[in-house]
């Protein structure tokens, strides 16, 4: 065999394991890739295009130089973020806690996930998850090789079915998997919402793991934690980041908070991926979940801003808008533009007015529950969004 041969194979099996054979390139590659290719405003993935609080940057700088997190930091996470995390959890929401048995620092909410899903979950086990569901959701489930099961949220108001989801619970039914608020529609779960989930959940004897990075970002009402309804604390994974909140996407600090005995399980898959990550933004975060309240409410303020100037563009613009409760995304519908498929509408767009968006099927199973709608960010500068209204004022006088 030369350097330059393919490897020799005795088999015709594919290199790449089975159960991740429906999963290529994300669509946030893709998406961005074409945005550079072109030199489009990139409306698709979710990350701001300005930097968060100067101060909380110049404190990761102070750990890089102080020698804290540069080597490997705890398995945990350091004591100061977990610290922290717990005095959030308490501040915001009246949960308590133990910072050293009852929070797990990870890579960013993506590996809490995938570790929560690797541990909890069996072959062959069912979860339920709210469609659309973020991408890495189908994926973490597939590799733990359990079974996903939707319960899809429709428009126009995108809420959960809570009879069909009732139904959907089976002898097999080992997790529900819950977001909100939610990505990509923006819904916020109810407090008599999550009261039925959590009733439910007690009844079947259920674990839930709930992805909240966007819990800052309710701009009609508050959020409320699943954990803290009755009987949910112990059998609830809470997970959220500093990503969203903070503006740092890059730095990847994410945790968890659970009882003991399902953090120690989530621990010992999170141990063989990461390890341990991000060292001296953690005790960056430690000081940014501090920052008093006024910070929290002029970051809302501005999203929410920023959510109505896109949204009044893009019904400007002759789409069908789903104005969102939460979150930084918008999600529309192209029909009014006499499009029928939003995967094909996403990747003309750029070459037609400069703009790049996701198109939402990729998140369902159901491909014709989302066939029509795409997703927008509107995570941008003010001036960035402007722009991409008057580029995107072209589809309707097309």
Not at 122 to 144: K, Q
Not at 287 to 312: H, I, M, T, V, W
Request: aromatic share 8%; net charge negative.
């Amino acid at each position: 065999m030369t350097a330059m041969s393919a490897p020799a194979s005795s088999s015709n099996r594919p290199f790449l394991n089975r159960r991740l054979a429906a999963f290529g390139t994300t669509i946030f590659a893709e998406m961005s890739a074409l945005a550079a290719a072109t030199g489009s405003i990139n409306l698709g993935q979710g990350f701001p295009d300005t930097d968060g609080p100067a101060e909380i940057a110049e404190a990761a700088v102070r750990a890089i130089r102080d020698g804290r997190g540069n080597q490997y930091p705890p398995g945990p996470g350091v004591p100061e973020l977990r610290a922290a995390i717990t005095a959030h959890q308490q501040r915001f929401y009246g949960l308590a806690y133990d910072p050293d048995t009852e929070v797990l620092v990870t890579a960013g909410a993506t590996e809490a996930i995938a570790a929560a899903l690797l541990a909890l979950l069996e072959p062959g086990d069912e979860v339920i998850a709210l469609e659309p569901f973020y991408d890495s959701y189908a994926a973490c489930i597939a590799m733990a090789g359990a079974v996903r099961v939707p319960l899809t949220l429709r428009a126009p108001d995108f809420r959960p079915d809570l009879d069909a989801l009732r139904d959907a619970v089976t002898p097999r039914t080992r997790l529900l998997l819950l977001n909100t608020p939610h990505n990509p529609t923006g819904t916020v779960l109810t407090p008599a919402e999550l009261a039925a989930i959590a009733e439910l959940a007690v009844e079947r004897d259920l674990l839930v793991v709930t992805d909240e990075v966007y819990e800052h970002l309710v701009f009609e009402g508050g959020h409320t934690p699943l954990a803290s309804l009755p009987g949910m604390r112990e059998r609830t994974v809470t997970i959220s980041s500093a990503g969203k909140t903070f503006s740092f996407t890059g730095w990847k600090v994410g945790w968890i908070t659970a009882p003991p005995a399902l953090v120690s399980a989530v621990r010992s898959a999170k141990q063989f991926l990461t390890y341990v990550s991000s060292g001296p933004f953690q005790y960056a975060v430690a000081e940014a979940l501090a920052l008093p309240d006024s910070y929290y409410d002029d970051f809302r303020a501005d999203l929410a801003a920023k959510r109505d100037l896109l949204a009044g563009g893009l019904a400007d613009a002759g789409f069908e808008v789903f104005r969102p409760q939460g979150t930084y995304f918008i999600t529309t519908d192209v029909s009014p533009l006499g499009e029928k498929d939003g995967l094909a509408f996403c990747r003309a767009l750029p070459a037609r007015c400069g703009v790049v968006a996701i198109p939402n099927q990729v998140f369902y199973d159901d491909k014709s529950a989302g066939a029509t709608q795409v997703r927008w960010a509107f995570c941008k500068r003010t001036d960035v969004l402007q722009e991409a209204v008057t580029r995107l004022r072209q589809l309707w006088a097309a």
